[in-house]
């Protein structure tokens, strides 16, 4: 069983450009959550989804970040004109239908390191 | 809004020997969850330990093992005969069980504490 798949690994973009990273939840799961690591710094959350629905995005900055988990295919964070602050590690984590078993951890991908130049 | 304070941000021990880290933690809820998470170098984050707040019961997993203090809104990490492989950033977590709550789901992380295991 596949665990959390996250791509790129590591992301380079120049100041302005777009940056795409991808999350693919464990089989079976159908929450993802979104957090952000600056450097020597814990880890914040952004967002949470479902299939086709933003349950929780109060960690989410207000402008040029958004996020989207489809009926088919995997999540996706988006930021638009990324600035050098933007430079951080973004893991993506997913569990099962919470209701099901809200002890059950969120698993966590290896995370994408995006370099902003 | 939850807190959750780790007040070592670097802790070292020898090899074989005991270290305990600490994690203390600000809720007005009665039920919620605990975690504490490993990040190695590799920067992973692996699940160490894991607490049901309604559970008197310490939880423990092999040479890991919690103190939870409700009343005193702490949870603090014990690991035993220490080895090189658990030179770690450890990070500890809280989870809300509350369904009506804005913190629903979402994990709220302190700001790690460093272990260095030295041979």
């Known amino acids: 069983n596949a665990g959390v798949m996250q791509n790129p690994r590591h992301l380079v973009r120049r100041r302005g450009q777009e940056a795409r990273l991808r999350c693919s939840p464990m089989k079976g799961h159908s929450h993802v959550y979104w957090y952000r690591q600056l450097p020597e710094e814990g880890l914040k959350f952004m967002v949470y989804?479902?299939?086709?629905?933003?349950?929780?995005e109060s960690g989410m900055p207000k402008e040029r970040f958004s996020a989207e988990f489809p009926k088919e295919g995997p999540s996706i964070l988006r930021i638009q004109q990324v600035v050098r602050g933007d430079s951080a590690a973004y893991f993506c984590a997913s569990s099962p239908w919470v209701e099901r078993d809200r002890l059950q951890p969120q698993h966590f991908g290896d995370g994408t390191r995006l370099s902003i130049l | 809004a939850q807190t959750v304070t780790q007040s070592q941000p670097e802790m070292s021990v020898q090899e074989a020997e005991t270290v305990t880290l600490s994690c203390t933690y600000d809720t007005s809820e009665s039920n919620y969850y605990l975690f504490w998470y490993k990040q190695p170098p590799s920067r992973q984050m692996i699940l160490v330990i894991r607490q049901e707040a309604y559970k008197q019961q310490n939880a423990t997993e092999n040479r890991f093992s919690v103190n939870f203090q409700k009343a005193a809104k702490s949870f603090s990490l014990k690991i035993s005969d220490s080895q090189l492989g658990d030179t770690a950033m450890y990070f500890c977590a809280f989870k809300s069980n509350f369904a009506g709550g804005t913190s629903y789901g979402k994990l709220t992380f302190g700001q790690g504490t460093i272990l260095t295991v030295h041979p």
């Open positions: 989804l479902q299939k086709e629905n933003i349950i929780d």
